[in-house]
T-cell receptor, first 119, second 110 residues
Framework: GAVVSQHPSRVICKSGTSVKIECRSL??????MFWYRQFPKQSLMLMAT?????????EQGVEKDKFLINHASLTLSTLTVTSAHPEDSSFYIC???????????????FGPGTRLTVL | SQQGEEDPQALSIQEGENATMNCSYK?????LQWYRQNSGRGLVHLIL?????REKHSGRLRVTLDTSKKSSSLLITASRAADTASYFC??????????FGSGTQLTVLP
C-alpha cells in the first residue's frame, strides 16, 4: 500500500525556537496533504490542508503565521511551528491523499506522526 | 471540526470474542473510512465504504453504513490481542477532507 513518511519522529526543543516537520509520500504523488494535531487520548483535529503549488487552507482557530505550511512538490509538505511554546506540545500527523483509485475513493494515508515536546 | 461520535468510548473483551464499534455523523458524506491507531503511532487505514454501499467486508472486518441514520458500525470478528488499539471513523464529504470521530479504545485481553 501507499506509504507516507514523517521526519523527525520525535523532537524536543526549547521555548521560542522553530521546528520543521516533513511529510513525504513515498510511492505516489499527492497534490493534497493534510496536517493534524492530536492531544493525548483525543481524536485528530485537522489543522490545515496543504495544496501543491498554492497556499495552504487553515482551519478556523489555527494561526497561519504560527504554523507555516509549504507544499513545494508533489511528494513533500512541511509544517514549521514557529516560536514554539509548551502549549504547542502535541502529536502532529500528516496525511496524503491518493486519488489514483478513481473518483469516490479519497483514501488518505497517514504518516507515523511527530511527537513535539516544547520545554 | 469534530462531527463524529463513536461509542463505546472504551471496549474491553476477551480474545476470540467479537468487537462492535459504532459511529454517528451529522452531514452528508461521499464515503466513510475506519482507521486504527496504536498508542503513539500513526493511523492505519482499515476500510472505506462509499455512500452508496451498505456493507463491506475485509478479512475479519465487517463495516455497515446506514446513510438514513447517518451511522456506521465496525465489527471485528474473532478478536486477537494484537487488535488492541484505538479505532476511529472518518467521514469525507464535498470538501473531501476527513472529519474524525471521537474514537473507541479497544482492549483485547489474552
Amino acid at each position: 500500500g501507499a506509504v507516507v513518511s514523517q521526519h523527525p519522529s520525535r523532537v524536543i526543543c526549547k521555548s521560542g525556537t522553530s521546528v520543521k516537520i516533513e511529510c513525504r509520500s513515498l510511492d505516489f504523488q499527492a497534490t493534497t496533504m493534510f496536517w493534524y494535531r492530536q492531544f493525548p487520548k483525543q481524536s485528530l483535529m485537522l489543522m490545515a490542508t496543504s495544496n501543491e503549488g498554492s497556499k495552504a487552507t487553515y482551519e478556523q482557530g489555527v494561526e497561519k503565521d504560527k504554523f507555516l505550511i509549504n507544499h513545494a512538490s508533489l511528494t513533500l509538505s512541511t509544517l514549521t511551528v514557529t516560536s514554539a511554546h509548551p502549549e504547542d506540545s502535541s502529536f502532529y500527523i500528516c496525511s496524503a491523499r491518493d486519488t489514483s483509485g478513481g473518483a469516490g475513493t479519497d483514501t488518505q494515508y497517514f504518516g507515523p506522526g511527530t511527537r513535539l515536546t516544547v520545554l | 471540526s469534530q462531527q463524529g461520535e463513536e461509542d463505546p468510548q472504551a471496549l474491553s473483551i476477551q480474545e476470540g470474542e467479537n468487537a462492535t464499534m459504532n459511529c454517528s455523523y451529522k452531514t452528508s458524506i461521499n464515503n466513510l473510512q475506519w482507521y486504527r491507531q496504536n498508542s503513539g503511532r500513526g493511523l492505519v487505514h482499515l476500510i472505506l465504504i462509499r455512500s452508496n454501499e451498505r456493507e463491506k467486508h475485509s478479512g475479519r472486518l465487517r463495516v455497515t453504513l446506514d446513510t438514513s441514520k447517518k451511522s456506521s458500525s465496525l465489527l471485528i470478528t474473532a478478536s486477537r490481542a494484537a487488535d488492541t488499539a484505538s479505532y476511529f471513523c472518518a467521514t469525507s464529504g464535498s470538501a473531501r477532507q476527513l472529519t474524525f470521530g471521537s474514537g473507541t479504545q479497544l482492549t483485547v485481553l489474552p
